[in-house]
């Protein structure tokens, strides 16, 4: 059975996890630990404990349990002192709080949601996600990056304050894997921190897997602005150490009302010039966007994106890959 292995934070891991978990493989996730906006952020704040919201994602992901759970674990509450809080973030923190160490924790979690799979934190080690501007702005915190950043020069350098040691289960994993596929996710705040814990890059470089990369739809103001394909790659290519085998890339119209959101944020569809720029890896472009409208809990605090990739669409392209 093929080794895959997701590399990501919650809402794009989400997507692939939920349509490959369909198919036969061998499937885990490596998952971003330095989110601090949202719920996530809040409970860090006042608790003290890891950032439980992108693990929450992918362990429902690939849960196999009743609905009703799953439906639980997304659960966000919308009054009260709970207002914005996620239920599964919150029985996340409070299991780390009762157990010896974040492997029972996410053992735990594993068991009650049936998951079909290994949800693997980058790193158990508590850390900040920093960003240096070609401007010379440096911004800190993954959530001040996120949310509302005015920032549209380039970033030329991202790092890990404090650096931290990375969780082997995650190396062995990558070692061990057949294809990595990156993203969907936004380029600074989902993929690259992942990516800067001490030993992935050299892993990843060293692995005989497949990559292959979901690009991005849109631009993201204050990390992608002005971005085309070609900068994508650029970038990952700078921190992981390699390009990728596959890009996965959106092709065909935006509905015009989704488009007028976008721009209301300085974001824009991510233009693909990859060949005539001379990429060497394969380009799939199919229409794998999402349609439908995603609903916003009036309780959540952050700016989600409006347009996501298709599980149903996007999983086909995904495993004719990896059959081949």
């Not at 934070?9 to 601090?36: E, W």
């Not at 596929?181 to 060293?206: A, E, F, M, Q």
């Not at 009302?257 to 693909?272: A, F, T």
Request: aromatic share 8%.
């Amino acid at each position: 059975m093929k080794k895959i292995t997701v590399i990501g934070g919650g809402t794009g891991t989400f997507v692939v996890l939920s349509g490959l978990k369909k198919h036969n493989f061998d499937l885990a996730a490596i998952v971003t630990m330095m989110d601090s906006g949202g719920s996530t952020g809040r409970l860090r704040d006042q608790l003290g404990v890891l950032p439980p919201g992108d693990l929450r994602q992918c362990l429902v992901a690939l849960s196999d349990a009743p609905e009703l759970w799953r439906k639980l674990f997304l659960y966000r509450f919308e009054k009260g002192d709970l207002a914005g809080h996620n239920f599964g973030n919150i029985f996340l923190s409070a299991l780390e709080k009762v157990c010896d160490d974040y492997d029972t924790v996410i053992d735990t979690v594993s068991y009650v949601l049936k998951t079909k799979g290994l949800v693997l934190p980058v790193t158990y080690e508590k850390t900040h996600l920093c960003v240096e501007y070609e401007n010379g702005t440096v911004i800190k915190g993954e959530g001040n990056i996120d949310e509302d950043n005015p920032e549209r020069s380039r970033i030329v350098n991202a790092y890990l304050e404090p650096k931290v040691e990375v969780n082997k289960k995650a190396v062995n994993r990558i070692l061990d894997s057949d294809y990595i596929i990156i993203g969907p996710g936004d380029l600074y705040t989902s993929i690259i921190p992942v990516l800067l814990v001490n030993d992935i890059k050299k892993h990843i470089l060293n692995s005989k897997a497949k990559i292959i990369y979901n690009l991005n739809l849109m631009t993201k103001a204050g990390q992608t602005s002005d971005y085309k394909a070609l900068d994508f790659i650029e970038d990952l290519k700078k921190y992981t150490g390699r390009a990728p085998d596959y890009v996965v890339a959106h092709e065909g119209a935006i509905p015009e009302d989704i488009l007028k959101w976008y721009q209301s944020y300085d974001e824009m569809p991510v233009q693909n010039n990859l060949h005539e720029n001379g990429f060497k890896g394969a380009i799939l472009k199919e229409d794998i966007i999402n349609r439908s409208h995603i609903e916003k809990n009036s309780s959540d605090s952050l700016t989600r994106s409006i347009l996501r990739h298709d599980t149903d669409k996007l999983t086909p392209l995904l495993v004719q890959i990896m059959n081949q």
